[in-house]
């Protein structure tokens, strides 16, 4: 996973994840906009997804049992778990006759 961003340090990669995060918190909708359109990778959930990879990636790379990243990882995990099934704000999935076409 750390190859994805080309880096190993695991400081930056949780500076990386808090700016996932910033960006997340500013691309969520407002009440009543659950069907808002998002761009290719600015969805909510692809910043919820990069900061997770970010932080696992940052776990993994320091290896280290600090509390402090496994506990974060884990609200960021129940973020996106609230986001998908409470606020309905979904990934779209790319169907079948798109890629055919």
Do not use: W
């Not at 407002?30 to 998002?38: C, F, I, K």
Request: aromatic share 6%; proline share 3%; charged share 30%.
């Amino acid at each position: 996973m750390r190859q994805i961003f080309d880096v190993t340090d695991a400081t930056k990669l949780e500076v990386l994840s808090n700016d996932a995060l910033e960006k997340y918190f500013t691309s969520l909708p407002d009440v009543g906009q659950a069907l808002r359109t998002y761009g290719e990778d600015q969805s909510p959930i692809d910043y919820l997804d990069r900061s997770l990879i970010c932080l696992a990636s940052a776990i993994e790379a320091g290896k280290t049992k600090n509390p402090g990243f496994h506990l974060k990882l884990g609200m960021i995990l129940e973020e996106k778990f609230h986001l998908e099934d409470v606020i309905g704000v979904k990934k779209e999935k790319a169907r079948e006759d798109k890629c055919l076409s």
